[in-house]
């Protein structure tokens, strides 16, 4: 059941456990108690909602940048990821393999802001060796999800 | 001018599903619950290879059997799911779509009058196929009680000097009934004692519910005495790229290849390239369909329990069977009001046979969206008729 719950979860965390109980063809009791264990074990680590932003009057700037850093003795990379994550601005942080060690995810609200965000508090970590900002463009698909998507049934409307 | 028309043609019965077609057609925002094909677009890995075929140019006929790697693959997914070996070579003919298949099994082995056994509620095409092989057919009508599965006192009454094939809808559209290896073996005795051949449509044996789908090609004594039918339509979400195949002894597989070749010549090579693809690839993304469905079915079985109409629980396909009895209609009556009152379009159970009565056809090739908005209709008429009737 854990697999499909979470496969469920995934797509649509507002599901109520009364409509999981019913799909999963378990009992609601069930579902309580395999949630909550989820979120225990930090397997489930946060709900969150997927918004297009463009659609708003909201001015967001988003940018990808690739980090080049020195990992620390003892710690490698995670006491510098650290450092980067804890600003609220950014988004996400991932170790990567490749050409180069972070990749960090940030949003603000202009390009001004991003650009101050990498000269002022990115570069000057002594241990970070060089960035390279993308700004995004567009998105077409975020967290599985098409953006922008109208889905129309192309099936005949009754077939054998 | 003369009337040019074939007799054996004209009788026979036009659809009973296209009447509604035509009112559904035109009626605005109508829910359609009557769609006999997956609502997923076909995997995007199979539908990237049809395009990267076309691109290396690979736009002529195969040879009539079908591609040789799709034979391949073919062989080894019979072999991997059913533990059954086909010689791709001789005992694999690839079709346009598992209509086909029937069609030209059929025609293979019918001499006329001969009888053809047909279960029903089942698909529509299985009795018009018959009649125009100039078999006999010869209808079990299948009960509920039963979950519409076959029973074997039900065949053996059916079964006469002339009758030649059982033909085996199994997992079944439209009651969406399984038949598990139990019961395939308790007619797979009868058919080896009356010495009979089976045609065995397997097109929904990707999408079952309880334990794997069974072919009755894997019983004892019965591989030899079995056309298996399958295709891509259901399992890959592939209806439009019209490809299914046949399997079985090669004696028959021969025939059946003989009348493609001078119908058909071959099954269109763009979809048969990428079915390679879907087969080597592809079991992930069917388990990933079949969970939805699964999550779909158990919603629509809650929803009628709720609802209390009556409805067996069905393994297979992608379809719910309920019951109106209860309303003192015709199942025509039932889903033409329901249409025309609350938007909701299902298929009358006697589209499929006429011991369809009293039920309803109701596909869950949908999204849980779609279908709770629909659930919320169907409940609002029942509760409706409900008031009215006490």
Not at chain 1, 15 to 40: H, N, P, R
Request: negative net charge; charged residues 30%; glycine residues 6%.
């Amino acid at each position: 059941m854990r697999d499909e719950l979470l496969s469920i979860l995934e797509k649509n965390s507002r599901i109520d456990f009364k409509e999981l109980a019913v799909l999963l063809g378990v009992t609601e009791e069930q579902v309580l108690e395999e949630i909550s264990k989820l979120e225990k074990e930090n397997i489930i680590c946060a709900y969150h909602t997927l918004i297009n932003w463009e659609k708003t009057d909201i001015e967001k700037v988003s940018a990808l940048i690739e980090v080049k850093v020195t990992p620390q003795r003892g710690q490698g990379f995670d006491r510098i990821a650290e450092r980067i994550y804890n600003y609220p601005e950014v988004k996400s942080v991932y170790l990567l393999s490749g050409g180069y060690d972070l990749l960090v995810t940030l949003e603000e609200k202009s390009l001004k802001e991003i650009a101050g965000f990498v000269s002022d508090k990115l570069s000057t970590m002594e241990s970070v060796l060089s960035t390279a900002t993308h700004f995004i463009l567009k998105k077409y698909k975020d967290h599985g999800t098409i953006i922008n998507k109208t889905t129309k049934d192309e099936r005949e409307v009754i077939t054998p | 001018m003369r009337n040019f028309l074939s007799d054996k043609v004209i009788n026979i019965k036009p659809s009973g599903i296209r009447k509604f077609f035509d009112i559904v057609h035109e009626m605005q925002d109508a829910i359609s619950l009557g769609v006999g094909e997956p609502d997923f677009d076909t995997p995007w890995f199979i539908r990237d290879e049809g395009i990267y075929s076309l691109e290396r140019g690979k736009t002529f006929y195969t040879s009539n059997a079908g591609l040789k790697d799709l034979r391949t693959e073919i062989s080894n997914y019979i072999k991997r799911t059913q533990g059954i070996n086909y010689d791709p070579e001789k005992e694999i003919v690839v079709t346009v779509g598992g209509s086909e298949a029937i069609d030209i099994g059929l025609r293979a082995v019918i001499n006329p009058d001969d009888e053809v056994i047909i279960p029903q509620p089942s698909y529509v095409s299985y009795e018009p196929c018959a009649v125009l092989a100039d078999a006999k057919p010869v209808i079990i009508n299948l009960k509920a009680e039963n979950e519409f599965r076959l029973k074997p006192d039900e065949l053996l009454n059916a079964i006469t000097d002339r009758t030649k094939v059982l033909i085996l809808p199994y997992p079944n559209n439209p009651t969406g009934a399984i038949m598990e290896k139990e019961d395939l073996e308790k007619i797979a005795k009868i058919v080896i004692e009356k010495d009979l051949l089976v045609i065995s449509d397997e097109i929904y044996s990707a999408l079952t519910y309880k334990d794997k789908h069974v072919s009755i090609a894997a019983i004892d004594g019965m591989q030899e005495r079995t056309i298996l039918i399958n295709g891509f339509s259901k399992a890959y979400a592939m209806t439009g790229w019209r490809l299914g195949y046949a399997c079985g002894p090669k004696e028959i597989i021969k025939q059946m290849t003989k009348i493609h070749q001078f119908a058909i010549m071959c099954a269109p090579t763009t979809s048969q390239y990428a079915a390679v693809e879907a087969l080597k690839k592809g079991d992930e993304e069917v388990e990933k369909m079949r969970q939805s469905y699964n999550q779909r079915r158990r919603f629509l079985i809650n929803a009628f329990k709720e609802m209390q109409l009556d409805c067996f629980e069905p393994y297979g396909a992608f379809y719910v069977f309920p019951c109106i009895k209860e309303f003192n209609m015709t199942s025509e009556e039932f889903a033409t009001k329901l249409l025309m009152e609350e938007k909701v379009a299902v298929v009358p159970g006697t589209a499929f046979g006429d011991c369809g009565e009293g039920y309803l056809r109701i596909s869950y090739a949908y999204s849980l969206d779609n279908l709770k908005m629909a659930i919320e209709r169907i409940k609002h008429f029942v509760e409706k008729l409900r008031t009215k009737q006490s």
